[in-house]
Each structure stands twice: as C-alpha cells, then as structure tokens.
C-alpha cells in the first residue's frame, strides 16, 4: 500500500516562528503537494513538484516555501508563521506517466500559530 | 475561481437511504474525476474515479456519475450507513496531467 507519512501530527506554534512540516512517501512517486484545508474552503493548493529540486505554485503560495531534494521528501516552509496560518495541512503524492492515476494523502498535521 | 464545486456544505440521510452528492466543475479540459472521504482529523481517502470516457462507474455501494455537457457529476450511495458519515470531496484533473483541483466539500452525515 502506498504510504504518505507526515511528521508532525499537531504542532503548537508562536507568531514569526519558522515552521517546517516535513513529508515522505514510500512508492516512488514523482508528483507530491502541501495543501491546506479550511472549513468552508475545501483543499486548497499551496505548492506541488513535480520531480527533485522542481516546484510549481499553487493557488496560495503566500507566506509559504516548498524544498524537495529528495524524489521521497517534500517539505513545506512557513518562513515566518502568523496566526491567519492555522489550519489542517495534507501532504499528497500521485505518479507520473500514468494517466488516471491516484492521488493519496498523508493523515495531516494539525498546526496552530498562537 | 474555484473550477470544482461542491454547492451543498452538508447532507443528512436516513440509514439504508440513498445519499446524492453533487459536483460541478467548469473546465471543460477535465477529463479524470476522482471522490475521496475524509474523517475528523485524518486524510482523504480514495473512494472512486471515472474518466470521461464513461459515464457512469460502480463500485459496490458507491456510483458516481457524469454528465459532460452540464459538467456535473455526482456520487451515490446505497444503501447509506452511519459509518458513511464523513467529509467527501470531489476533485478534477487532466487525465495525465497530475495536477488536482478539489471542490469544498459536503459533509454527510447519516443517521440511524
């Protein structure tokens, strides 16, 4: 079975703090993504990549960066957290070359910026 | 703009009745739709796909149908049951072309 593995599952965090929510997934996959989930809002893109060292924005990548130096790992960076940042983060992998692939997701890091 | 939809934020069904959700998208370049559920504090879960090349696609429980010209598609689900209560969410994307767009979500709650 595929596996998406986030580190941290709930992070308490302060106002400017730097956040790093670290993902890894186990199947080899090319594609991976951080969005964020928001009642009312949906799953909403923050970044994607779509091989090592190769980043793609999403549709609200403000006050976030992505590093992927591994093909397994792909980390999303809060630089400087606010409080407007708390939220249910899911990390995502599918893989390429293959049309109708799967998307699968990780359990979700619960981060809240006090 | 949100190209996927999910006009009703929630749902509730009778158990052992037949739960509609809906999705509307308005790209007409989608061709790979895809269902996934997701519990309280846990990640979506694959429920079902379908390509565009079909439009209707069962498994078990679980249908989801498609309609090109509306650009709409819906899941149903029969006979519904309390274990079915949950967040599900359609999405969208270009059948080989990994990218994913998700509608908000309608929240299903069955009771019993």
């Known amino acids: 079975d595929v596996k998406v593995t986030q580190s941290s599952r709930y992070l308490v965090k302060r106002t400017g703090e730097k956040v790093f929510l670290e993902c890894v997934q186990d199947?080899?996959?090319?594609?991976m993504f951080w969005y964020r989930q928001d009642p009312g809002l949906g799953l909403r893109l923050i970044y994607f990549?779509?091989?090592?060292?190769?980043?793609e924005k999403g549709d609200i990548p403000e006050g976030y960066s992505v590093s992927r130096e591994k093909k397994e790992r792909f980390s999303l960076i809060l630089e400087s957290a606010s409080t407007n940042q708390t939220s249910m983060y899911l990390c995502?992998?599918?893989?390429?070359?293959?049309?109708?692939?799967?998307?699968?997701f990780g359990e979700g890091s619960w981060l809240t910026v006090v | 703009d949100q190209q996927v939809k999910q006009n009703s934020p929630s749902l509730s069904v009778q158990e052992g009745r037949i739960s509609i959700l809906n999705c509307d998208y308005t790209?007409?370049?989608?061709?790979?739709f895809l269902w996934y559920k997701k519990y309280p504090a846990e990640g979506p879960t694959f429920l079902i796909s379908i390509s565009s090349i079909k439009d209707k696609n069962e498994d078990g429980r679980f249908t989801v149908f498609l309609n090109k010209s509306a650009k709409h598609l819906s899941l149903h689900i029969v006979p519904s049951q309390p274990g079915d209560s949950a967040v599900y969410f359609c999405?969208?994307?270009?059948?080989?072309?990994?990218?994913?767009?998700f509608g908000s979500g309608t929240k299903l709650n069955v009771k019993p």
């Open positions: 990549s779509y091989d090592v060292k190769m980043k």
């Open positions: 999405a969208a994307s270009v059948y080989n072309f990994n990218k994913f767009y």
């Open positions: 790209n007409s370049m989608f061709d790979y």
């Open positions: 199947m080899d996959h090319e594609n």
């Open positions: 995502a992998s599918v893989g390429g070359g293959i049309p109708g692939n799967t998307i699968y």
